[in-house]
């Protein structure tokens, strides 16, 4: 997005952030365009980052209305759509990073929270999370409400070894 809203882990010692995120036209062509999309006419997101451990913690909720192309009709039509963030972050080689084993795999526990982000350096990007979400929460396979799949099959319906079964039955 444009100009990039970064914050750096040190700047929460003042406190948590509270973000109000609404990306200017040229910024939402620009994501519009990566996420494969007809159009991003309206994005918001509204996001709570919080220290957590030596890292920080993202909460919030964003959402928007794209346009994209109906699988069936090949028309463009436009949607609504929302998602939650609910992230945490740590620097790279932070103690609170799961454990590795010998084999350099790490266990995860199903019932456990989801382990930290590594974040590069210290600075946070808060358009490339926004993105992130955002492109994991567009349908991958579009449809409009009232697309309907209606095929017929055309008026040569001959099968390819009809040819073949009619040589068959020629034989001596």
Same mark, same amino acid.
């Given at each position: 997005?444009?100009?990039?809203?970064?914050?750096?882990?040190?700047?929460?010692?003042?406190?948590?952030?509270?973000?109000?995120?609404? &990306?200017?036209?040229? =910024? *939402?062509?620009?994501?519009?365009?990566?996420?494969?999309?007809?159009?991003?006419?309206?994005?918001?997101?509204?996001?709570?980052?919080? &220290?957590?451990?030596?890292?920080?913690? #993202?909460?919030? *909720?964003?959402?928007?209305?794209?346009?994209?192309?109906?699988?069936?009709?090949?028309?463009?039509?436009?949607?609504? #759509?929302?998602?939650?963030?609910?992230?945490?972050? /740590?620097?790279?080689?932070?103690?609170?990073?799961?454990?590795? $084993?010998? %084999?350099?795999?790490?266990?995860?526990?199903?019932?456990?929270? %989801?382990?930290?982000?590594?974040?590069?350096?210290?600075? /946070?990007? /808060?358009?490339?999370?926004?993105?992130?979400?955002? =492109?994991?929460? #567009?349908? &991958?396979?579009?449809?409009?409400?009232?697309?309907?799949?209606?095929?017929?099959?055309?008026? %040569? $319906? $001959?099968?390819?070894? =009809?040819?073949? %079964? =009619?040589?068959?039955?020629?034989?001596?």
């Amino acid at each position: 997005m444009t100009g990039s809203m970064q914050f750096r882990l040190g700047d929460l010692a003042a406190g948590p952030l509270s973000l109000h995120l609404v &990306p200017d036209e040229a =910024a *939402r062509a620009g994501l519009a365009g990566r996420l494969g999309l007809e159009g991003l006419p309206k994005l918001v997101a509204h996001l709570e980052v919080r &220290p957590w451990l030596d890292g920080c913690e #993202i909460k919030g *909720r964003f959402q928007g209305e794209v346009i994209q192309v109906c699988g069936l009709s090949l028309e463009a039509f436009s949607q609504p #759509i929302a998602g939650d963030i609910d992230l945490r972050l /740590v620097p790279e080689g932070s103690p609170n990073l799961p454990a590795e $084993t010998g %084999d350099g795999e790490v266990e995860i526990s199903l019932e456990s929270p %989801d382990p930290p982000d590594v974040l590069e350096g210290d600075a /946070v990007d /808060v358009d490339a999370i926004l993105e992130e979400h955002l =492109a994991l929460a #567009i349908d &991958p396979f579009p449809r409009r409400s009232d697309a309907v799949f209606d095929w017929t099959a055309g008026p %040569d $319906t $001959t099968s390819p070894f =009809a040819a073949l %079964d =009619a040589l068959k039955d020629r034989r001596p």
